[in-house]
């Protein structure tokens, strides 16, 4: 998916810009004109976006209902469709998808501020990821896939138990500084 400039996103205070990884998410996201997609963690919602304008249809769920807020504006401003919910996870999000897409805080904390929810993954830099990963088959209709951004930031060996009932695929890596952020496409095993 190309990052269109032509989409008027505005930034929201206490809500994740949108960054390095966004844009690599974005860069590796492949969807299709009749599939139903979930973006879980909106932020800002430059990808809810994107996928609003390419997708069947698009929800998207956020912990922070300052991202609520900034991800259904933004969805407005473009005139793109698209529902925007609050929720920690699935909580509120009882529907199944053929697309499920996450940008999860990756980089260990436990800070509960709004904006440090969109870096603190847990101790490790895994828990929130790893609680997503238990509960997202649920919510894939069949030959459903997960499209997720992960971290060197991540601890490896907590990351490869939350990712072992998976067959993974790599769709696109990029080096950082201080970092290397990759994203993965995910089907269970089963
Ligand atoms: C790294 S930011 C990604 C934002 C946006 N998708 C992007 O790529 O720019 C992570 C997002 O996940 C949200 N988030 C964190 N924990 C969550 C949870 N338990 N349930 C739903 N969303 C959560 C944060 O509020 C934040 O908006």
Known sequence: M??????DIVECQEVYPPSEDTFLLLEALEVSSDEAVLEMGPGTGLITCHLAACAASVVAADINPKAVKCTDANLRRNRLPGE???????????ERFDVIVFNPPYCPGTERDRLALSWAGGPKGVEVTARFLADAPEH???DGRIIILLSTEMEAQALEEA???FRRTVLGRRRLFFEELWVEELRPLD
């Open 84 to 94: 925007v919910r609050m929720s920690d996870l699935f909580q509120n999000v009882p």
């Open 140 to 142: 894939l209709l069949p």
């Open 163 to 165: 990712l072992r009932p």
């Open 2 to 7: 190309r990052y269109r400039r032509e989409f």
